[in-house]
């Protein structure tokens, strides 16, 4: 066979070996779709990226302005394939370049003595540099006071508790501020993880509340762990035990996401709420454990776009959206969602609770999926709230509830009341929809709904109905 016979064959060969593989390397989007927070996830492959179909129709729409020759679309398509790759290796490989510091290295001990001064200078030498990690070492137990931690940092900021924090055991030591232990203020792209322990160390507080010993006026107790005007937030994969009242608290932040968080106190504790979220938005709870003597998350007015999903709660007081409207107060809550819980042995299930003489609102309000097991009061929506000694005189004005969906709710009433709405005289309840929800009572004993000043539809199997 001649040389310039061969040639042809090769070129030809070549040509539609080379028109195959580009032609394959066009066929449908690219989906990046493991960097995920699915449960047991790698806790720094925080987000989903995907290149979805939509660009693809825009990509088509272009080329038929300007169709580009053989060469460019080559080009075009490998660089894009090759900055998704690169974006790819950057996600999933942790940055060399981050600076670690231990508060050891500032003079922590983790053997009892006091460390918040070797925590302060810990935390000043990492928020003032840039890409700094915070690291709290493992099979120590840090004693701290009362401490700030304050922002804005240098750059993006975590703190690795792999150790314990255990709170002071002395109340004098709480004198400048009754109301904190732990606060993490104005600090923006932060992240506290790492697996370890945060104890509240709360008895001696409990006993010297006014709910245990009534005989003892009624004090303020520190929040154990605050966080306050934090802006793209991540907390996960912690354990956060017997806080001295509330365990964790967002107040005022945007953009949260607390994830994998064990929360747990005595059932006896008073007020020892394990989430609480005021005036936050965008906040997503998701695959918590929540056992303590209060609430196991409360919202409160200021919060907005509030996801809890995957939460396991008792004993305590349910999940719980107020109280609102307390001493006259104005306060919003909006777009809240429920989703996948399960409550045992709660002194309440799913709540909606307002004083009298409040305003304002609670609207667009979905619980779903949830299991009720031996649950007082399952459903439950109170305007008049009263959680003081003395009865509470009846008021005019009242927060305005609307558009709430109680949706695939089963299980077990441990009252006779499973269902019930004590809604406003005066702002009586509107848009409350009950949709395939089955409560009955442990053994023979019966139940029933009480419903007062509400517009209610029912949808699908509702037992028991109004």
Aim: net charge positive; charged share 20%; proline share 3%.
């Amino acid at each position: 066979m001649s040389p310039q016979i061969n040639f042809l064959v090769l070129f030809i060969i070549l040509g539609a070996s080379f028109s195959s593989c580009f032609s394959s390397y066009q066929e449908g989007p690219l989906t990046i779709d493991h960097l995920d927070d699915t449960h047991g996830s790698d806790p720094r492959r925080a987000y989903t990226t995907s290149i979805s179909n939509n660009t693809d129709h825009q990509q088509d729409q272009d080329r038929d302005k300007h169709e580009p020759g053989f060469v460019d679309r080559i080009m075009m398509s490998a660089a894009k394939r090759f900055g998704m790759k690169r974006r790819l290796r950057r996600a999933q490989t942790p940055s060399t370049s981050q600076r670690l510091v231990s508060v050891d290295q500032f003079g922590a001990k983790g053997d009892g003595r006091d460390d918040t001064e070797a925590f302060r200078k810990a935390w000043q030498a990492a928020c003032s540099s840039a890409n700094s990690v915070l690291v709290v070492p493992k099979y120590r137990n840090y004693h701290l006071k009362a401490i700030t931690f304050s922002g804005p940092c240098k750059s993006d900021m975590t703190l690795m508790v792999y150790g314990t924090i255990k709170a002071s055991s002395h109340r004098s030591d709480y004198a400048k501020d009754t109301r904190h232990w732990l606060v993490f203020e104005n600090i923006q792209n932060f992240v506290v993880e790492g697996g370890g322990s945060i104890n509240g160390n709360g008895r001696k507080w409990w006993l010297n509340s006014c709910k245990i010993n009534k005989n003892l006026p009624c004090t303020h107790a520190p929040t154990a762990v605050t966080f306050l005007g934090c802006n793209n937030l991540r907390v996960s994969n912690l354990r956060i035990k017997n806080a001295q009242q509330m365990h964790v608290t967002f107040q005022n932040c945007d953009n949260v996401k607390a994830l994998n968080l064990l929360v747990t106190a005595p059932g006896n504790s008073p007020n020892t709420d394990g989430i609480h979220v005021t005036g936050t938005q965008n906040i997503n709870i998701e695959n918590c454990v929540i056992r303590t003597g209060d609430d196991c998350i409360s919202i409160v007015s200021g919060s907005k776009n509030v996801r809890a999903t995957d939460i396991t709660c008792g004993p305590g007081h349910g999940i719980s959206i107020g109280s609102l409207g307390a001493d006259g107060s104005t306060d919003y809550v909006s777009n809240v969602i429920v989703d996948r819980a399960r409550l045992s042995g709660t002194t309440n299930g799913v709540r909606i609770k307002t004083w009298q003489g409040g305003s304002g609102y609670a609207k667009n309000i979905l619980f779903q999926n949830i299991e009720m097991n031996n649950v007082s009061n399952p459903i439950i929506i109170d305007q008049n709230y009263c959680d003081q000694d003395t009865p509470c005189r009846e008021q005019g004005s009242a927060v305005q509830i609307s558009t709430v969906t109680y949706r695939n709710i089963q299980g077990t009433s441990a009252s006779e009341d499973a269902v019930k709405f004590q809604c406003s005289k005066s702002m009586p309840c509107e848009g409350i929809s009950l949709q395939n929800v089955d409560l009955v009572r442990a053994g023979d004993a019966d139940v029933q709904a009480s419903c007062d000043n509400v517009g209610l539809a029912n949808k699908g199997k509702v037992f028991p109905r109004c």
